[in-house]
């Protein structure tokens, strides 16, 4: 060990721990390897306890089975000791310490300083300041100005009651209970000084340490602080973000309820101007059909007043006929008497004319000649004779002789033999046709 403490190749002392002889320590540490490289190694004497090196080697192979950069190592007086890495402890300590390790968690709140003294002594102190101690020779010290939770490293003597080195957080203390005694004249000559120098470097990397650290965390909190920032950031587009979607959404909600109850209006205003459309059209069909109606009434009134007025008309005519006929007709027969007289002188000359010498028939007056009937105007052409029964019948009644014995008498002269004996030989066939009808006429008026 002092070999290596002497080869200038150590670079940093990782942990040391003497026990109570010359083979007890164990030293760990960092030296520069060929090529400029740290590499961390351990050594320890042959009196180490036998449970340590069976937890620091594999069994079986003998290989070195754990990190010397990570591992911290013990030594007590006798066999006791006590060690660990991150992941596992080994340990072979008075009960009290070892109640006190497992109450407080040690294998996550890893000691701070810890150590084991002679008969039984030790006092460990863990990260969060919790401490525990048996020892008689720091009864002197419990009335000092130091706090033990300031202690940053502490080592009891393994083979010597009471003595011990304490270092705390900001000064150096070495002590025995008798200043007399030959540890504490040792550490006075001797020891203090390299001590008070590892002291010194572990010091200053403690306040590099903790530079670097506070550095670290400065870092860690402005890139907490950035990633605070940045997430706020986010945090209030993706509100913004949100916001703006509501708003998007109500906007398209309201756009839709406005189109909504647009379509509702134009259908509602449709649907009325339908309904006005409709009963508009009902109404001119109606008024229409009403029209219709009324026209027809007209037109219907019209009608019957125009066929009332025509029937009035006609009846007005007819009467103005039958006026006039009856006007004529009794203008007729007043003046029958004279017809017939004048007829019968005619008839009496012509029967007093000599034989053979009659040229004209003496025919009934035309204005004596009215009948009408459709069967007698035919007779009336095809005789020649130009009178039927009816005419004769009212011109000889104007003579008022008319009975039938005048009519026999009458009927004599017209006989066919006797008129024709009268008529001129070149008239007599026309002449004799037309006396002929005149028989038959007074014939037929006589059977009546
Ligand atoms: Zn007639």
């Given at each position: 060990m002092e070999k290596i403490l002497t080869s200038a190749k150590i670079t940093q002392i990782l942990c040391c721990s003497f026990g109570d002889?010359?083979?007890?320590y164990f030293f760990s540490y960092k030296q520069k390897a060929p090529g400029g490289v740290e590499r961390a190694a351990m050594i320890w004497g042959k009196a180490v306890p036998t449970n340590l090196v069976n937890w620091l080697l594999n069994p079986t192979t003998k290989k070195l089975r754990r990190n010397a950069q990570q591992l911290r190592v013990v030594l007590g007086p006798g066999q006791s000791f006590v060690a660990w890495d991150p992941k596992s402890y080994r340990w072979s300590i008075p009960e009290a310490l070892q109640n006190w390790l497992i109450a407080h968690d040690c294998q996550k709140n890893s000691p701070k300083a810890i150590t084991l003294g002679y008969s039984g002594d030790y006092f460990v102190i863990n990260k969060s300041g919790s401490y525990s101690y048996r020892s008689s020779a720091l009864k002197h010290y419990e009335n000092a100005r130091h706090s033990w939770k300031t202690i940053h490293y502490i080592t009891f003597s393994a083979s010597e009651a009471k003595q011990c080195v304490i270092v705390f957080d900001d000064t150096l203390t070495v002590g025995s209970?008798?200043?007399?005694e030959d540890y504490r004249r040792i550490l006075d000559s001797y020891a203090t000084e390299p001590i008070l120098d590892h002291y010194e470097v572990e010091r200053e990397r403690q306040d590099h340490l903790r530079v670097v650290a506070a550095e670290k965390a400065a870092r860690a909190e402005r890139r907490a602080a950035e990633r605070a920032a940045r997430e706020k950031q986010a945090a209030e587009e993706a509100q913004k973000k949100a916001e703006e979607s509501q708003r998007i959404k109500e906007r398209r909600a309201a756009a839709k309820a406005r189109r909504l109850a647009r379509e509702a209006r134009e259908a509602r205003a449709k649907e009325a101007k339908e309904k006005r459309e409709r009963e508009a059209r009902e109404k001119e069909q109606k008024e229409k059909a009403a029209a219709e109606e009324a026209a027809r009434k007209a037109k219907a009134q019209a009608a019957a007043e125009q066929v009332r007025a025509e029937q009035a008309r006609r009846a007005k005519e007819a009467q103005a006929r039958r006026l006039k006929e009856e006007r004529a007709a009794r203008q007729r027969e007043a003046r029958r008497p004279q017809l017939y007289a004048d007829w019968a002188a005619a008839c009496e000359k012509a029967k007093e004319?000599?034989?053979?010498?009659?040229?004209i028939f003496p025919a009934p007056p035309k204005e004596a000649c009215e009948c009408k009937l459709i069967g007698c105007v035919q007779r009336k052409k095809d005789t020649g004779l130009g009178a039927c029964r009816h005419d004769m019948e009212a011109l000889l009644k104007a003579s008022g002789k008319y009975d039938i014995k005048w009519l026999r008498h009458e009927r004599l002269a017209w006989h066919p033999d006797r008129f024709g004996r009268k008529c001129d030989p070149f008239k007599k066939e026309v002449l004799v046709k037309k006396a002929t009808e005149m028989w038959e006429i007074m014939e037929e008026l006589i059977e009546e």
């Open positions: 002889s010359d083979q007890s209970p008798d200043p007399q004319a000599p034989p053979a010498t009659l040229k």
